[in-house]
């Protein structure tokens, strides 16, 4: 299920998405220039989305949580940084390398008799 997610949040599809942009993607950097109640409800918010990650690995991972947060990370970036190049084959290009990553990288920590 977490390899869906990674391929659904980073599709294209999803990043061109104008009428209900994912809120943490699109006021990434708004938000660090904002005082720090704005930043500490944005950092709840990221902890919160990270939640579903968490509960799916789990049972995987003795530490879910930081792995969690950290695939979110990249995700959030990921979609950020494509939604601000204006370069379309740029901006596919760096969707599918923030996919092909956090796929290898889920892989690579997975316990074999998982993959």
Avoid at 17 to 33: M, R
Wanted: charged share 20%.
């Amino acid at each position: 299920m977490v390899h869906e997610l990674i391929q659904q949040y980073l599709d294209p599809a999803h990043v061109d998405q104008s009428q209900s942009p994912c809120p943490l993607a699109f006021l990434v950097t708004d938000v660090a220039n904002r005082e720090a109640d704005v930043r500490s409800t944005y950092g709840k918010a990221f902890k919160k989305a990270a939640t579903p990650l968490d509960a799916q690995m789990a049972e995987d991972f003795a530490d879910s949580r930081n792995r969690s947060l950290a695939l979110l990370a990249m995700m959030i970036g990921g979609v950020a940084i494509a939604r601000a190049v204006d370069d379309k084959a740029s901006n596919n290009h760096c969707l599918r390398l923030a996919m092909q990553s956090g796929v290898r990288w889920l892989n690579d920590c997975m316990p074999i008799w998982l993959q």
